[in-house]
Nanobody, 124 residues
């Protein structure tokens, strides 16, 4: 599986961006796709994941929405009301035919495939 993340850019505080993660091959609701982010000097951080359920880290709840279009083999991360602390490289990850739990979906080690990152910069 190859993943292609896109949609990053520079936005002002309060602005919005939509990230896309396109997967080669057929995507199904029984796959789990996650978004993680990493900023300089910090560890990789879980942002959101989707399979039959959706999971979010607390800091993005109510602002970010993860969704999927299986026909397009694409998962989206709609990011609204962006804050400077959201600045990071965002990467998507994929685990096929596995419904990861809320706990497991937060662990990078649960995913077998990773896309390259896309940079999101939020200016104050």
């Amino acid at each position: 599986v190859q993943l292609q993340a896109s949609g990053g850019g520079l936005v002002q505080t309060g602005g919005s961006l939509r990230l896309s993660c396109a997967a080669s091959g057929r995507a199904k609701s029984t796959d789990t796709v996650g978004w993680f982010r990493q900023s300089p000097g910090k560890e990789r951080e879980f942002v959101a994941a989707i399979n039959w359920n959706t999971f979010y880290t607390d800091s993005v709840k109510g602002r970010f929405t993860i969704s999927r279009d299986n026909a397009l083999n694409t998962v989206y991360l709609q990011m609204n009301n962006l804050k400077p602390e959201d600045t990071a490289v965002y990467s998507c990850a994929f685990r096929s035919q596995t419904i990861l739990t809320a706990t497991a979906s937060r662990l990078p080690s649960s995913y077998r495939y990773w896309g390259q990152g896309t940079l999101v910069t939020v200016s104050s």
